[in-house]
Each structure stands twice: as C-alpha cells, then as structure tokens.
C-alpha cells in the first residue's frame, strides 16, 4: 500500500485527512494550493474535517540573523572566559580548589560553555517560583538578582493575578480548593496522605481499585491499571513489556520517559521521522522481512511507541494511518496520551476517541493524570490479560510505592466530572469550552502573523521565535504585563527554532485570551515576531467598506 | 536519554552545519570581513585579500579543528569529547555535502586571494601555507589523528 491516506505537502502546510480506512483514498483535488483527500463514505466521524498540521519555516533571513545571534554570543562568551581565566572578571561558576589541580578533572570546561554564557544571561526565565495554585490565574514571586543571574534573591513581593499560559491545565481542574473537592477532603482525613508500601506487598487500597474500574470504564477498554508517577510509568512498563530479541520503533521526539524505559528494556530501538507513516512503513517492512541483525530469526515482537499530542511541537499523532500499518504488518501498539487524554475527543476521551476509532485496536493505552485531572500518576489500559500480566511483572508495582489516596480521590472525582457521573454537564461543557478556546487561540495567532507549530485541534500551542534574545525579552516583557509563558531555546530545540509554549485552558475566559492575544500583538511588532507569510484572515474585508450603498 | 528536549538528536553540534542558512551566514560572514578590512585606509588591495584569507583560515582552523567536544552537555556520555567539531560534522561520515562546502570555500578564497595580489610571492607563500593548515585536517585520513598531541 504506497500511500496509506498520507497528506500532500505544499507550501509548508501538511494537511491529512482524518477519517482513513485500510482502503488508500487516491482522488486528490487541488484547490488554491491546498490538497484535500476526497471524502470517503465509510463509517460516520464525529470529526469529519480534514485535519490541518503546519510547520512553516522561517524567511531566509531570520536564519541568518537567528545564527549570527548565535555566534555573536560565543564569540563573547570565549572573551569572557579570557577574562575570567586572566583573572580581570570574578568568575562565579564553580571552580577546581588549588590542592585539586593535578587532579583528573571532574568535568569538562567546555560543556559548561553555553551554560556559563548564554544560559546564565537569560536564567531569571525559567524556574520562577510561584506561591498559589497554577489555575487560570496563578501569583508569582517577585525575585531580583544583583550579580546578573549567578544569584537571586525573593524581594518579598509578589506578583499577584498572572495570567497562566504555561501549565498543563487543560481543563481548568487543578485549582484551589473548593466545595467540589469535599471529598478529597474526606479520603485525606480517614486514609491519610502515605501508603507506605508497594503494591504488591500492602499497598493495594480499595481506592485504587475503584480509580482502576473508573478508568477502564473512561477508556471504553477491559481493564487498567494506575501507578504513582506518570514518568516511571512509562519507564518502569515497558521493560516489562518487551525484551531482547523484540524490536522497538519510537518516533523521533518522543517524550524522555518513553526513550529511557525503551533503553532499560534492552529491546532494539530504531527511529523513524517524527509522525512520517513512509518511515515507519520502511522500518516495519524491513523488521518484517530481515528479522534480526545477523541471526536473521523473526522479531519476537515488535512494539510501535508513539504519543498522542507531541508536547514541543504541538502535533497530534495519525493513529488512523499507524492503527492500519500495524493491522498490516501485525505488531503492537503503545500511545502515550499524556496531553491528549482529557483534552482532545469531542467527550474528551483521547486521541483514539478524537478519529473515531475502536480503543481495542491500540494495544496498549497509557497516559497521566497530571495535565488534565489535576493530580499526578500514570495508568496503562488494555486488554484484561495485559494488565493482569502488568499487575504481577510490571516493576513499578513490586518496588515502587503505589498511588495516595487523596490523589487517587481527585483523580477520581474529576474522572467522574468529565464523565458526567457527578450528575451535571459541567464537564462536558469545559471539554467543549477547551476546544472552542484552542481553534479561537490559534486562529487568531494565525490571523495576527505569528508561526504556529502544530495540528489546528491541539491545545499545546508552539510559537516560534529564533533568536536567542527574543527568547529572553519575549518571556520578561510578558510577565511585566503579568502573562506567564514558558520558552525553551537551544540546545532543548533544535538550533534555529526557539519557541515560546502556550497551554490553552478550559478555564482560561474569553476577556483572559484576549488580553493574551493583545499583548501578544504589541510583543509581535515590538520584536518583529510576525513572520509567517500565509496571513489568512477568517473574517472577510469588510472593514474596508466605508459605506454599503449599492451605487458608491 | 534527552531530558526536557524537543529533538532526539543525541549530539546537536553534528547538525548544526546542516542547518537551513547555515552556509548562507558564513558567506556572509566572510563577505562581512572581507568588507572590514578593505575599509582600513593603510590596506591596500592585495594586503585586504592575503588578511581575509589568513584570518578566515585562522578562525576556522580554531572553531573546527582545535576546539574539542561540546559547548553543551550530550547524553551520549562523552563520546564526543575528544573530537573536534569537524570530526563531530554528521557522527564522522565523510563527504556530507557539509563537509564538502567547507573544503571548498577555503580553496575558493585562495583562488580570489592569488588573483587579487597578482601572485606576488610573499604573498603567495603566506596563502598558501595558511591554506595548508585548513585543508590537510579535513583529510579523511587524519580523522582522528593528533600531530603533535592536541590531545587532552
């Protein structure tokens, strides 16, 4: 099958198609540019536009001046450490003591480099303390540094009301306490805050077997199993899951815990390109046909790793194309959903419920609770069998300690809100209210010129700034306006692409995005952040009319 | 394992060159040299040429094949340490069009530096043994080797 329902490119713009049976859809119409698949009659979506993913890249000049900035800041960077080494600056960094000189050193100098330089002009934009809960709004200390950000020190102050466009809030459920909350109130009274022990000696609580039917229940599948932290869920299961001898095909960017558990389990791991289904056919035909390097013997198994919305770029995964491929070529199948469970979905139950598909055709599902349920922990679903086998084998419940209670409680209480079980529509409404914010969000970002990373439906929003000092003003001048943002810059993204993270929220009102939206419009002129070249404006130019009379 | 990253490139110095505009700044840059030190009045034409081909050769000799390791931690504990940036370009594999671009604009300079000072000799021997100095540690058979030990 040469093309299993993938998207045409052109103009930087990928478009796919949502609804994609086994059958490859060849009538492909081009209009203005844009390449749609045709509509197939098959079973009812409830999505049943195509989806829209983009990836612009930058004019050529932004580039150039994004790796001058660069190379200007190492060049003053080796001129500072000439300094430091003549001894005319105070070097502030750790430095070897006098009897050590002649030792092997610790560490090298040069790693340090874009630390010591570049990192440490700019640091007072990232681990910024705050002191309330992150909601929509959210209070941030006030902190100064006297000696260019080697040190900081609190002023006491703090900067109250920040808008909060940085926390995996998605659906507005990790606030402060209030009544709904009772019973968290409650578990936290008669069981306490530890369990002190594993789940397989007596850390088994009828709390989480309660959460565990209330998950399996969410997902539509036969059984769950929940764990204390949603990292050493992935890193603590997939050991467990495979072994040498089976093949593992993660995508290129997928989350640190899913490539440290794929490591621990001792499997080969191969890579294919971020979200490309050609790649991924390649390797699977390759595994299928070769088998092993050198023994030639079949794969025991072979486990395809993807995420159902990629937290840096904002992509959401093909799971109808990937659910196909691995029918195809019969291997297995393991989502991470950590940002999509909750958020995308029309009820919100995830990415397999946002395409319409059968949660029995992922093999396995797994995701947290820290982004949309307010807590923290991991769970992995699937068949009875899996979790039955992850009960006994997986390590995180023979050594690791097994969910508290109260969290397990909140976990929970908002499973059942979004569910609808509390007897109100109130989650349902803020699944919608989130998915009205994220196309309201992007496309005004969209409309205003910035370059936006990402599926149009994801509430993970990329914004793209280049150059390094952008990076630092863009965060500083936003929190003077009192909006937090996250940036992360090189080495953490690829070199030229800088980007500036924004999470919607359900909780986020309408007057909060666009007072955002605002302050990013002055931000984008102030730094000439507006670089796309494909304004597309939703609403026609009727503004330019001065009078409607027929014979003006 | 590359925490809090959005790539899953072990060590990104080895794309870096590749990068899109990439070739199109260092031109640039050389271009914005070459443009400095023809408006130093004492210099003539010749002098303008001889200084941007020393001093472009200086430069990349330093930042490709002095300098070791990474400005940056990589999770790949350390295999790059002893390597410079020129045996990093692409995990060492050898005639990448990066590669190539950089053997070749050193020799495109020389070609416009002879040229330009009318193949005086002094001239010409500096440009030459400067040339020499960046091109013999692109060889791929001295990946690897340190004459000399630049070795730490």
């Keep these: ?552 | 394992m590359n925490v809090g990253v959005a790539h899953s490139e072990v060590n990104p110095n080895t794309r870096v060159m590749n990068s899109r505009g990439m070739w199109l700044t260092y031109a640039l840059g050389v271009g914005l040299l070459h443009i400095v030190l023809l408006s130093i009045p004492f210099f003539s034409v010749p002098v303008a040429w001889t200084l941007t081909n020393v001093i472009h050769n200086l430069g990349m000799y330093v930042f490709l094949h002095a300098v070791k390791g990474t400005p940056f931690e990589t999770p790949d504990q350390g295999k790059a340490r002893l390597l410079t940036h020129w045996e990093q370009l692409d995990y060492g594999v050898q005639f990448t069009s990066s590669r190539k671009f950089f053997t070749i604009s050193p020799i495109i300079l020389y070609f416009l530096a002879s040229f330009y000072t009318k193949y005086d000799p002094t001239h010409f021997i500096l440009n030459t043994a400067s040339l020499l100095t960046v091109l013999i540690p692109k060889m791929p058979q001295l990946h690897g080797v340190r004459i000399f030990g630049i070795n730490k």
């Design chain 1, 1 to 552: 099958m040469a093309n299993p329902g993938g998207g045409a490119i052109c103009n930087g713009n990928l478009h796919n198609h949502g609804k994609q049976s086994d059958g490859s859809a060849s009538g492909n119409c081009a209009k203005n540019g844009i390449v749609k698949e045709a509509q197939q009659n098959g079973w009812p979506h409830v999505y049943d536009k195509p989806l829209v993913e983009s990836f612009e890249e930058a004019p050529l000049h932004v580039m150039v001046f994004t790796y001058l900035g660069y190379g200007l800041g190492t060049l003053f960077g080796y001129l500072r450490d000439f300094l430091r080494s003549c001894g005319i600056e105070k070097c502030n960094a750790a430095i070897e003591r006098e009897e050590q000189k002649d030792f092997v050193p610790l560490y090298q100098n040069f790693e340090n480099f874009y630390t010591r330089n570049l990192y440490m002009r700019i640091r007072d934009n990232w681990n910024r303390p705050i002191c309330s809960a992150p909601g929509s709004r959210f209070d941030v200390m006030e902190r100064v540094s006297d000696d260019y950000n080697w040190t900081f020190r609190f002023t006491g102050r703090i900067i109250k009301d920040v808008i909060n466009m940085g926390s995996y809030n998605f659906l507005g459920l990790a606030a402060s306490y209030d009544e709904s909350m009772r019973t968290v109130k409650d578990v936290l009274e008669e069981y306490g805050l530890g369990v002190a022990s594993t789940r397989h000696e007596m850390g088994t609580l009828d709390k989480h077997e309660e959460l565990e039917n209330l998950v399996a229940k969410f997902l539509n599948v036969e059984a769950a199993m929940v764990f204390g932290m949603g990292f050493a869920t992935n890193s603590m299961n997939i050991p467990a899951l495979v072994g040498k001898g089976c093949l593992i095909l993660s995508d290129e960017l997928n989350h640190a815990s899913l490539v440290l558990g794929a490591r621990l389990s001792g499997a080969t791991i191969r890579i294919f390109k971020h979200n490309n289904m050609q790649s991924l056919e390649k390797l699977l035909r390759d595994a299928v046909i070769y088998g092993q390097p050198r023994i030639r013997r079949a794969w025991k198994k072979i486990l395809i790793l993807v995420e159902g919305i990629y937290s840096m770029e904002g992509s959401i995964v093909r799971l109808p194309q990937i659910v196909a491929l691995k029918k195809k070529y019969k291997a297995y199948l393991y989502i991470d959903e950590a940002h999509s469970i909750g958020s995308v979905g029309p009820t919100g139950r995830g990415v397999v419920e946002f395409f319409g598909l059968d949660p029995q055709d992922v093999d396995v599902l797994m995701g947290t609770f820290t982004k949309s349920f307010g807590a923290s922990g991991g769970y992995i679903a699937g068949r009875k069998d899996l979790v039955d086998y992850l009960r006994v084998h997986s390590h995180s419940a023979v050594y690791a300690t097994s969910m508290s209670p109260p969290v397990a409680e909140q976990i929970i209480r908002s499973m059942k809100f979004i569910m609808g079980l509390d007897g109100t529509t109130q989650g349902l409404q803020r699944v919608r209210q989130l998915a009205k914010n994220t196309r309201y969000f992007r496309q005004r970002l969209n409309e205003m010129g910035f370059i936006i990373y990402g599926n149009e439906e994801s509430p993970v929003i990329p914004l793209l700034l280049y150059m390094p000092a952008k990076v630092a003003a863009f965060a500083r001048h936003l929190l003077n306006r009192k909006i937090g943002v996250v940036v992360v810059g090189f080495p953490a993204t690829p070199l030229a692409e800088a980007r500036a993270r924004f999470c919607v929220s359900a909780a986020h009102t309408r007057e909060m995005l666009d007072t955002v939206l605002e302050n990013l419009d002055e931000m984008g002129d102030l730094l000439q952040l507006k670089y796309s070249r494909h304004r597309k404006s939703a609403r026609p130019e009727l503004y330019d009319e001065t009078s409607f009379e027929l014979d003006d």
